[in-house]
């Protein structure tokens, strides 16, 4: 393996690092599309009950906020004619029995978990640094995918002529933005240097020698 690396980083200008994690990417991806299609979709783990939660969760959210008329109904279906899986799916409605939001697996977060999760896993580090952010990537989106659920169920309400917008577009550029806020946090992109640490900064003086500013 570390032969395959070492040519692979001097054919194509790689640093060993960067051949390493793109190796580690490929296999994790491989890995997760085959448990995820062969054994996970068809048992529903963990997507039913992620579904299940993130209904309530959201229903919770909304009635803390004030909006007491909030429930979730979960169910199974076939959401593709023809595919031989049901799925759980969670529907959020308000006062009259009025559906606001549908939540189904591809909703439920899961590949972003996997995706922010993995990033951690390929990336060099050890394994404590690991044990700490992991936990707090899939628990950062699940949080992120209860608050985005409850504002589009609000949005549905008052203003629906948003609805799509924010759903396609800038709630999952929300989503992406934070976790890339936690990878850049987490390969050590966001650290202080000493000299901000200390609260100064260098430059050079005209005479070529450093000297502090405050």
């Known amino acids: 393996m570390k032969d395959v690396l070492m040519r692979a980083s001097a054919r194509y200008g790689l640093p060993m690092e960067t051949s390493r994690f793109m190796l580690r990417a490929i296999i994790g991806v ?5 448990s995820y299609l062969l054994v996970l979709r068809p048992s529903g783990i963990p997507d039913d009950w992620l579904v299940r939660q993130l209904g309530s969760s959201t229903v919770r959210m909304l009635r803390m906020l004030g909006e007491e008329g909030y429930s979730a109904q979960h169910s199974l279906q076939r959401l593709k004619a023809g595919d031989p899986v049901l799925e759980t799916v969670s529907v959020i ?3 009259g029995d009025r559906a606001m939001l549908s939540i189904e697996p ?3 977060g899961l590949d972003l978990m996997v995706l922010s999760a993995g990033f951690v896993l390929c990336y060099s580090g050890s394994w404590r640094r690991k044990l700490i952010f992991i936990p707090l990537c899939i628990l950062s989106v699940y949080l992120m995918n209860i ?3 409850g504002l589009l169920c609000l949005l549905w309400a008052e203003i629906p002529q948003f609805f799509d917008s924010m759903h396609k577009f800038v709630f999952n550029l929300f989503a992406y933005a934070c976790v890339f806020g936690l990878w850049m946090a987490y ?3 966001w650290r202080p240097t000493p000299a901000k640490e200390a609260g100064k900064g260098s430059v050079l003086d005209s005479g070529g020698e450093e000297t ?3």
Do not use: E, F
Not at 30 to 34: C, N, T, Y
């Open 147 to 149: 608050l985005r659920c």
């Open 212 to 214: 502090s500013v405050g």
């Open 187 to 189: 390969a050590g992109q």
């Open 106 to 108: 591809p909703c439920n």
């Open 30 to 34: 491989v890995v997760w599309k085959a």
């Open 93 to 95: 409605h308000t006062g």
